[in-house]
Each structure stands twice: as structure tokens, then as C-alpha cells.
Nanobody
Framework: QVQLVESGGGLVQAGGSLRLSCAASGIIFRINAMGWYRQHPGKQRELVATITSDGSTNYADSVKGRFTISRDNGKNMVYLQMNSLKPEDTAVYYC????????????????WGQGTQVTVSS
């Protein structure tokens, strides 16, 4: 009942910046939590950053001070500003929506986008 589409990935040199966007669509009352996760080849998907509807944020230690997550509740969008990129940031980045509340009052959990590739060259 919720679709997520990521955009903004690409190839950049170390030290560069990218801004990822994720748009959520569907008949939604509120998305209580949105976030970004990433997956390196052969590795488990890992949390990058999350943000709740009241603006509380959480970051992985590896990206603190470099990445900033934000959201537009009215548009049901979430963003990830990525600065000072390093080769180890290379991964597929996925958008997540959790505790999605519908107008009926019921909830949905664990929605994922298709992912967008970020490649950082050295």
C-alpha cells in the first residue's frame, strides 16, 4: 500500500557530495519513521540514518558529521545529504518507511524502495 522511489545516486570523487531523495506514495495518514539504509556487496544491509515524524534523528557512527537526514512531512519525502564522501560509502542506498499509519487507524511496517547506487572513487 506504500511505494517508495529513490533518486539522486551516482558516481562522485572522494570528498564530493550527493543528495538522495525518496518519495513515498499511497493513501497515507502518517509515516512515523523514515530512514536510509545501505548495502555493500556481500554484506548485510545496515542503518545509515533515521528520522521520525517529530524530527528526532539517529545516525550510524560512520556517517556522523558528514551526512544529514531530513524530511518533508507534507510531501512524504525524506532526504539524505551526503558530504565528504569516502570510497567506503560506496553501496546501494535504500529508503525505508516504518509504522505507516492509514486513515483507518491501522499500521503497516517495513516498506522499502528499489535502491539507488552510490559510487565514490578514490
Amino acid at each position: 500500500q506504500v511505494q517508495l522511489v529513490e533518486s539522486g545516486g551516482g558516481l562522485v570523487q572522494a570528498g564530493g557530495s550527493l543528495r538522495l531523495s525518496c518519495a513515498a506514495s499511497g493513501i497515507i495518514f502518517r509515516i512515523n519513521a523514515m530512514g536510509w539504509y545501505r548495502q555493500h556487496p556481500g554484506k548485510q544491509r545496515e542503518l545509515v540514518a533515521t528520522i521520525t515524524s517529530d524530527g528526532s534523528t539517529n545516525y550510524a557512527d560512520s556517517v556522523k558529521g558528514r551526512f544529514t537526514i531530513s524530511r518533508d512531512n507534507g510531501k512524504n519525502m525524506v532526504y539524505l545529504q551526503m558530504n565528504s564522501l569516502k570510497p567506503e560509502d560506496t553501496a546501494v542506498y535504500y529508503c525505508n518507511a516504518d509504522r505507516v499509519q492509514y486513515y483507518s487507524g491501522s499500521y503497516g511496517f517495513g516498506f522499502w524502495g528499489q535502491g539507488t547506487q552510490v559510487t565514490v572513487s578514490s
